[in-house]
């Protein structure tokens, strides 16, 4: 069983739609990330939940809305997409939110056209 | 603010050994991990160190100075298969919020 599993792998659209990704963890895990890599592979944080509760909320466009309906999944609905969008976007989980060992998903790449 | 420098890549045989640096600014520090992450994968995580000294876990090691705002991921051995990006990762004070360096390209070459 995967740990934390993303869909969809690959997303690629064009400017100006909307799309999703879901994530879900089963580690029992109580806080949820989104990250953001660049082409240049630099990680970035994004969002952070705690028991379903949005902790952390970097300078992110409002165009990026997570959402966590249980502390097992965490989605990403991004409106409007932008050709700055395209990176390949992670979910991660840990046992609580200040810590260091975070288990990542395999990540999403999406390529807005 | 929150900062980290490691080099962007490094060149090794296989068998040699390896030591990827990195160091850091940050406003508050609790620790330094360490993630791999191969082309197309998952970051995954390697060590954490809370405390000044060396942490070993079989081919890898850990080292961190708190005072030197430092520390080292160190690699035994080298295979093919340790080909990846190490990051070094810090706690800040806001909690909860893992800030990662830029990455170091490891290539292990025959």
């Known amino acids: 069983d995967t740990a934390v599993s993303q869909t969809p792998k690959y997303l690629v659209t064009q400017m100006g739609n909307d799309k999703s990704i879901k994530c879900e963890q089963n580690?029992?895990?109580?806080?949820m990330y989104w990250y953001k890599q660049d082409s240049k592979k630099f990680l970035k944080i994004m969002f952070s939940?705690?028991?379903?509760?949005?902790?952390i909320n970097e300078t992110v466009p409002n165009r990026f809305s997570p959402k966590s309906p249980d502390k097992a999944h965490l989605n990403l609905h991004i409106n409007s997409l932008e050709l700055g969008d395209s990176a390949v976007y992670f979910c991660?989980?840990?046992?609580?939110?200040?810590?260091?060992?975070?288990?990542f998903g395999s990540g999403t790449q999406l390529s807005v056209l | 603010g929150q900062s980290l420098e490691q080099p962007s890549e490094v060149t090794a045989v296989e068998g040699a050994i390896v030591q990827i640096n990195c160091t850091y600014q940050?406003?508050?520090?609790?620790?330094l991990s360490w993630y791999q992450q191969h082309d197309g994968g998952a970051p995954t995580f390697l060590s954490y160190?809370?405390?000044?000294g060396l942490e070993e876990t079989g081919r890898f090691s850990s080292f961190l100075s708190r005072s030197d705002s430092y520390g080292y991921l160190l690699l035994q051995e080298l295979q093919m298969k340790d080909s990846a990006s190490y990051f070094c990762?810090?706690?800040?004070?806001?909690?909860?919020?893992?800030?990662f360096g830029q990455g170091t390209e490891l290539s292990v070459k025959p």
């Open positions: 991660a989980s840990s046992h609580r939110p200040d810590s260091e060992k975070l288990f």
């Open positions: 580690l029992g895990h109580d806080t």
């Open positions: 939940y705690n028991n379903k509760e949005l902790i």
């Open positions: 940050t406003s508050g520090f609790y620790g």
């Open positions: 160190n809370a405390l000044d």
């Open positions: 990762a810090v706690l800040g004070n806001q909690g909860g919020k893992l800030i």
